[in-house]
């Protein structure tokens, strides 16, 4: 049984639909990655996978286990206020919060989880910086942690590398490679074509015309064609 | 008179531990009022209170606090579903309720009112002059009991009010019940404000809570440090401002939060000064 499975999904906001008929699931240890032009609804089709905001119709069914509150999830942009003052551990506890219901004090085992997220990521040496004070690229492995926190089984990433330098990404990508080899399931959105086509094992591509499938069959559809085109044209 | 002979005044004892109380929960949230949409939430509150406490004046309640509170965390309830409702603009909305009540409260002050002081009476509301020191034995207790409330409320909540506030949409997708805290924080706002008007009035209740908050982020990196550290500014700035104003005669409210000011302007020049050396 797959671990998301959506249905027939329309998604929008207020009455106005920006996509319809969508249909995809996702099994335990993919990686999907979502291509779409920009507009195309990408981050709305995660928002509402998440929950943050109700499907205008169809379903959204988690299976295999999965709960809604283990799935961990990086924002495309967060737009944390520029004074705000939070340490990079407690930030990356945060993740665990989820789990806690209304337990006021997080255990020693989560706090040894964000200590291993942290790890994970080599941010370890960053534990008492000021989040505010860090670079793009160091403030993007913090949330990455952080959703760590939140998981073991299914990560969903919006965008997770713009604005980073080629170094970086490539750093942020093999850290993904990485995350998804230890059997979390990845739900990438990525504007990097290159890069979806070489990690990727499904794509779901959005837009006038939709796609879901194997990276394989991705290749030889007209959508990848078109998609191509409309980049070349730029 | 000596300091400790004014402490042999029962009314100036009362004022001190209403005063420490009140500093000590105002400057817990206002961190998050700070950094999130509820700041103006919390000044449209200190106007609605406004309006509450010119109703309890005009039905003559000797105890007002009760009507007062009532009237607020309704209000606070009301606010924040219009705010998350996107068709009706969140601060307008507020604006209206805010601006509405300090009218009608002034309205039904003058309409109503048999003391032979008005101006006196609305000014005392306003910028609180001597509410904190003719509290009654029944108020001083009722502060105890919320303030005591708010404390541990804040610090049974406090991982999930650092998650909400930095990050709604994390929290929510990951399985916080940001709505329900959302509420409790709303709620929680009201009662600061309400015991807070004893203390400073409702103009200055923002002042009280925000302060704090901003002088320590000047200071201070990680949310821990800057709530412990409001805290602690909070209730040297109000003992100080209340001794002050007892001793020389000031109006309470207007000298607590020149003294929070004062404390701002020396953090951020701290501030200033250990960032330009780091540099
Ligand atoms: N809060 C909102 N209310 C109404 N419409 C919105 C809202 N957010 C986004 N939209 C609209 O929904 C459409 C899809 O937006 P979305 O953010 O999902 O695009 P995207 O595919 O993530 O784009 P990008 O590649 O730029 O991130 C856009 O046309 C946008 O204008
Ligand atoms: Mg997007």
């Known amino acids: ?234 | 008179m000596t300091l400790l002979e004014y402490l042999q005044y029962p009314f100036v004892r009362y004022a001190l531990i209403v005063g420490v109380l009140i500093a000590l929960c105002s400057s817990l949230l206002g961190v998050t009022l700070v950094l999130k949409r509820f700041s103006f939430i919390g000044d449209g509150l200190s106007h609605v209170a406004f309006g509450g406490l010119a109703i309890a004046a005009v039905m003559n309640l000797t105890n007002e606090m009760p009507l007062v509170l009532a009237v607020t965390v309704v209000s606070a309830v009301l606010l924040l579903r219009t705010g998350q409702n996107a068709k009706i603009k969140g601060d307008a909305a507020i604006a209206m309720i805010s601006v509405g009540a300090l009218a009608i409260g002034y309205l039904l002050m003058n309409l109503f009112s048999t003391s032979s002081n008005l101006s006196g009476d609305v000014c005392t509301t306003l910028f609180g002059s001597t509410s904190i020191l003719t509290l009654t034995r029944s108020e001083v207790w009722l502060s105890i009991v919320l303030s005591v409330l708010v404390v541990a409320i804040f610090i049974f909540f406090y991982h999930k009010i650092f998650a909400i506030t930095f990050d709604e949409s994390f929290a929510k997708a990951t399985g916080t019940h940001t709505g329900l805290y959302n509420l409790l924080i709303a709620i929680v706002i009201a009662v600061i404000i309400v015991l807070a008007m004893n203390l400073v009035g409702s103009l200055l209740i923002s002042a009280l809570v925000i302060f704090p908050a901003l002088s320590a982020m000047r200071l201070f990196k990680s949310f821990k440090a800057v709530t412990v550290c409001a805290a602690v500014f909070s209730v040297v700035c109000t003992v100080t401002g209340l001794l002050v104003s007892v001793m020389s005669g000031t109006p309470v409210g207007s000298t607590i939060v020149a003294v929070d000011l004062a404390a701002f302007l020396l953090c951020w020049l701290v501030g200033k000064l250990t960032a330009g050396r780091a540099a």
Not at chain 1, 54 to 69: C, F, K, Q, V
Not at chain 1, 94 to 107: E, K, N, V
Not at chain 1, 147 to 176: F, H, M, N, S
């Open chain 1, 1 to 234: 049984m797959a671990q998301l499975i959506c249905r027939d999904l329309a998604l929008g906001y207020d009455g106005g639909a920006i996509l319809e008929h969508l249909n995809f699931e996702v099994n335990a240890g993919e990686y999907l990655c979502i291509l779409g032009e920009n507009g195309s609804g990408k981050s709305t089709l995660m928002r509402t996978l998440l929950g943050l905001q109700p499907p205008l119709s169809g379903e959204i069914r988690t299976g295999d286990g999965l709960a809604h509150n283990e799935i961990g999830y990086l924002p495309q942009q967060t737009v944390v206020q520029r004074d705000f003052p939070a340490s990079v551990w407690e930030i990356v506890l945060s993740g665990c919060q989820g789990g806690c219901g209304m337990r006021p004090f997080y255990t020693k085992e989560e706090k040894a989880r964000a200590a291993e997220a942290m790890e994970t990521l080599s941010i370890t040496p960053l534990t008492k910086r000021c989040y505010r004070e860090l670079s793009g690229g160091q403030q993007q492995r913090v949330l990455l942690a952080r959703a760590l926190c939140a998981t073991r089984k299914l990560l969903l990433l919006d965008e997770p590398v713009a604005g980073l330098d080629p170094r970086v990404t490539q750093e942020l990508y093999a850290l993904i490679r990485k995350l998804h080899a230890r059997g979390i399931t990845i739900i990438m959105i990525s504007h990097d074509l290159h890069a979806a086509l070489e990690d990727a094992d499904h794509i779901l591509h959005i837009g006038s015309t939709v796609f879901f499938g194997t990276k394989a069959d991705y290749l030889q559809s007209d959508c990848y064609r078109g998609f191509l085109k409309g980049g070349d044209a730029q």
